[in-house]
T-cell receptor, first 113, second 114 residues
Framework: DADVTQTPRNRITKTGKRIMLECSQTKGHDRMYWYRQDPGLGLRLIYYSFDVKDINKGEISDGYSVSRQAQAKFSLSLESAIPNQTALYFC????????????FGPGTRLTVT | GESVGLHLPTLSVQEGDNSIINCAYSNSASDYFIWYKQESGKGPQFIIDIRSNMDKRQGQRVTVLLNKTVKHLSLQIAATQPGDSAVYFCAENAHGGSQGNLIFGKGTKLSVKP
């Protein structure tokens, strides 16, 4: 089984709808991250969490919110989706002792029409 | 018109040749650097890292070189194989910044010709 799973893998939604992307991990890591990837722009950090009670904004947090329900679960919400949020979204985890080595999920392709 | 950065830099190499992928970073405070590989349809995968107190680090078929003077990082892949075809990202982390908070480059696409 995959260590980092994301659901759904693909989603098409309409402008203005609320949508939640979920991430679960079995690696026992404390740290979890949400990134978005756009063609030719690399990965940009949306939010990150270093433990269950810790939530931090990343480079591009506007229009997004997150919830760390448990050590193993970190969800990303788009309160009112807009077309420029169409992107590939990745969840990642890391061990606090291994700086920089992040484990990524398979990604969620989100299309907002 | 086209957006800047819409097209990835591409490196095309013959199978068996060595590949060199380059990355420039801008933050002088960055003291830790990582290379990730992203195959089509998958999430990025850690390859190798290097701290700023080193100039070179070797892994299995890969070598990372760091030149702090010109803020340049490179990834060398020996005897490139078709399975090495992917997009490669460098990432940096600054000491004093949030540990584990990485800044990713835009990526280079490596294509291996059989």
């Amino acid at each position: 089984d995959a260590d980092v799973t994301q659901t759904p893998r693909n989603r098409i939604t309409k402008t203005g709808k609320r949508i939640m992307l979920e991430c679960s991990q079995t690696k026992g890591h404390d740290r979890m991250y949400w990134y978005r990837q756009d063609p030719g722009l690399g990965l940009r950090l949306i939010y990150y969490s270093f433990d269950v009670k810790d939530i931090n904004k990343g480079e591009i947090s506007d229009g997004y919110s997150v919830s760390r329900q448990a050590q193993a679960k970190f969800s990303l919400s788009l309160e009112s989706a807009i077309p420029n949020q169409t992107a590939l979204y990745f969840c990642a985890t890391s061990d606090a002792r291994l700086r920089g080595e992040q484990y990524f999920g398979p990604g969620t392709r989100l299309t907002v029409t | 018109g086209e957006s800047v950065g819409l097209h990835l830099p591409t490196l095309s190499v013959q199978e068996g040749d060595n590949s060199i992928i380059n990355c420039a970073y801008s933050n002088s405070a960055s003291d830790y650097f990582i290379w990730y590989k992203q195959e089509s349809g998958k999430g990025p995968q850690f390859i190798i890292d290097i701290r700023s107190n080193m100039d070179k680090r070797q892994g299995q078929r890969v070598t990372v070189l760091l030149n702090k003077t010109v803020k340049h990082l490179s990834l060398q892949i020996a005897a490139t194989q078709p399975g090495d075809s992917a997009v490669y990202f460098c990432a940096e982390n600054a000491h004093g910044g949030s540990q584990g908070n990485l800044i990713f480059g835009k990526g280079t696409k490596l294509s291996v010709k059989p």
